[in-house]
């Protein structure tokens, strides 16, 4: 199963592209857990997931994020501003899945 962890400033702008992506994922017969949470809740969630993906309000906290994830080897990235604004669901797993691959 793939654990994949959307994080934006409330979590709340995330949840639509969240269930854009697990309708993707069962239409290609996939197991995944996504979950989307807000900055506040990063350090409690951030062991629990193989990939965090950032919403492009929160592309400036990466360093310090990626910094708080590197104790459990997990890759912080943002997620692409035109996939993000469009809900692209397939685009943002497929990058979620690539970025878990090349670990």
Known sequence: MKKIMLCCSAGMSTSLLVKKMVEEAQKRGMEVEIKAFGVAEFAEQVGHYQVVLLGPQVKYMQSDLQKQADK????????NMMDYGMQKGGAV???ALTLIDNK
């Open 93 to 95: 797993l497929d990058f």
């Open 72 to 79: 459990y080897g997990i890759r912080v990235e943002p997620i």
